[in-house]
DNA sequence: CCCTTAATTGTTAGCGCTAACAACATTGCT
DNA sequence: AGCAATGTTGTTAGCGCTAACAATTAAGGG
């Protein structure tokens, strides 16, 4: 009675014969097709006598669960979509490899969703984009203040957690410790005796861009040190050099705790070209600790993020939020400091 | 006769009630699922009056097709597995947010497995990874030599696009033209003058490391330069660095062709320390152009790549055979120099 | 040795969709 | 008007799997 007929058209990549189903398992096996399911879902009731044939059945044809049948019947499609902006730098790509590793280990596939510029609507679209891939889970890894806000909006009926939040609204989050980080940072150069430190700054509308800030001005306050020597970047080295440029003639700190690497690269170049020697004139901490940030010039303190470890964790907790339906909470993840040739006392 | 029961145990985020089917809105728009069915899928005989109602019982129903069922009458998944390594460097990550970005065009999802460690095994592992997930084709975005006989020894049954490949095997390739990049650097400093050109490379088992390599070489020898002075890096700033220290007491060279900017930064760090003076001392040409390649010190004349381009030209080959089942074949991206300060005429 | 209970296996229905075909309505042509 | 060709809609079956329930077998207790 089976009319098997190849339906599509596409017939290049389709080999003729078709891949081998439960069923045709469970003949070679002889049993059924539902004691051939037990076997693969691991359910306890199949003796050992038959789970070996089966097993052997599988192995012999090759048999792989065809996914698309399940997800239809049990609504879940395994599936874990990441919403991600800033795919290109150091961080959400590292971030996004401990989300996938944590998720393949689990038996869960990834998904990715870029967006180019954040705005509710190019969440909502990607959001959308996950919906209709039925996705089980969405982390979010856009560390954006209004990340959160647009996210809500959208009453998405799947788990989401949230990179850098800590986890106080409906959402789950996880998050590196962005004000300790500031703070262990500010505290090296207090420690060397520095008195005037100033802060170049991710943009305030990014989370760690303002947490960070906070970080920094904490430390100074609970120090009794001046907290106004602050200009706002936008993360880019272009900006920290247009900063550097201008601070190189203004001579108002003996030390600056940079957002970022990279920032923290353009102005090493701008203090270089002005003649203002790090760390003799200035020291400089940066904040990441990318690979390359061991050999600028000079070799920069900064402050480590395992931005992998932020990515297993997310995972962690979604799959927690997936399968004992654990409520929100949140997780949080440690940075050090990393102590280079940017840093002297002053002189 | 319907039994609508919640299978699922989890009920924490699912909502009672179930989200619309092809039924739900064929009632409302009082046809039948099928001309649902046809309105959505864009068949051109439904009647200009009923597809309007059918939109307008979709909008009103917020009727989304379940991408599962369709998959499993359909046999495809409308999903692009990207097998990636490095995926934290640079050019891989923004080779995938292109591939991303014209994949979500089109209408397709994009899954990604990350190698940590490049191997037979683990792309066997990633190739199944996807199989299982029923992708209907795989960008392999892993510029290692071994890749393309890798894949070969799993017979997959759906396409394969290898990044950084000429497309000469079974699968299609996309890549840049790392030959002509080298031999854009190379020629770039013939024409300053400098007769004693270096090269440290990338580790040669990787493509674009052999491929850049082997168009300084052809750069020098049609100038009837002397191609000798080669060292293997291993792409980090670190390897730059040591190999700089080594360069910077041999005084072989007046410029060296670098074969990424990392290492580029760990050569400059290097030769900084040792006094040697870019770019009066030795001109430096990197490769890749990254965002932070203009702030090093001194700012690297490099070789831009349009990794993104990349990635949607990746794509565009995909859809081709996935579409038209459009035999292999190949597309070249042309990359360009951006001459900065690290290269001038030597002494 | 029969009856209850538990362990193991089989049978049936249906997840939501599309392909194939059947049925019906419309149009144009002789 | 009558018939073919075309356009439009409905009906049926089945993709491969799991849940629910039915059936069978094995084990234990009087």
């Known amino acids: 009675m089976r009319c098997r007929l190849a339906h599509n058209s596409f017939m290049a990549y389709s080999s003729e014969r078709r891949l081998p189903r439960l069923e045709d398992v ?22 050992k006598a038959t789970r070996g044939r089966v097993e052997a059945a599988i192995a012999e044809l090759g048999y792989r669960r065809n996914t698309a049948a399940r997800s239809l019947v049990t609504r879940r499609s395994h ?8 795919l290109s730098q150091y ?35 990607a959001a959308r984009h996950f919906m209709d891939q039925g996705v089980d889970g969405i982390v979010a890894l856009v560390p954006h203040t209004g990340t959160l806000q647009a996210l809500d909006n959208l009453n998405l009926d799947v788990p989401v957690v949230v990179v850098g939040s800590s986890g106080e609204g409906r959402f789950s989050g996880a998050m590196v410790d962005q004000k300790l980080g500031a703070r262990l940072a500010v505290e090296h150069l207090i420690e060397q005796g ?32 001046a907290d106004d020597l602050i200009v706002e970047g936008d993360w880019s080295a272009g900006s920290g050099y247009g900063i550097g440029q201008q601070l190189a003639v203004a001579h108002a700190a003996t030390a600056v705790f940079v957002g970022n690497d990279q920032m923290a690269l353009g102005l090493l170049r701008a203090f270089g070209e002005a003649g203002v020697r790090v760390p003799q004139d200035v020291s400089v901490v940066g904040f990441d ?4 940030a061991g050999y600028f010039t000079p070799p920069l303190t900064t402050v480590r ?7 297993r964790r997310c995972m962690d907790m979604m799959l927690a939020l997936l399968e004992d339906g654990a409520g929100a909470g949140a997780t949080v993840v440690e940075p ?10 002053p002189a």
């Open 289 to 292: 600790d990318q690979p390359e």
């Open 79 to 86: 599936t874990i979509g990441v919403l991600a902006s800033e």
């Open 91 to 125: 961080g959400p790509a590292n971030t996004l490899l401990g989300v996938e590793q944590a998720a393949r280990d689990a038996g869960y596939f990834v998904s990715i969703a870029a967006i180019r510029e954040v705005s509710a609507e190019s969440i909502a679209d």
């Open 194 to 225: 520095h008195k005037r430190i100033g802060h170049i700054s991710g943009p305030q509308d990014w989370i760690d861009g303002a947490e960070r800030a906070e970080g920094w001005r904490e430390a100074l306050v609970q120090a009794g040190l």
């Open 336 to 345: 050090r400091i990393v102590v280079r040739a940017s840093t002297a006392p």
């Open 26 to 47: 469970a003949e070679r096996a002889g049993v059924s097709h539902q004691t051939v399911s037990r076997v693969i879902n691991n359910h306890p009731n199949v003796s």
């Open 305 to 311: 993020q395992d931005f992998e470890e932020l990515g």
